[in-house]
């Protein structure tokens, strides 16, 4: 699932470029 997560987070991160950094930080460590 991690890299799964990671490659969804990429799109994820293309389509809501808007939200805080704080949201993106989580995700990335979600992949991790």
């Known amino acids: 699932m991690g890299p799964r997560i990671h ?3 990429l799109s ?3 389509h ?3 939200e805080p950094e704080g949201v ?3 995700f990335e460590n ?3």
């Open 24 to 26: 993106c930080l989580i």
């Open 16 to 18: 809501t470029m808007l």
């Open 30 to 32: 979600v992949a991790v």
């Open 7 to 9: 490659l969804w987070n």
């Open 12 to 14: 994820w991160r293309r």
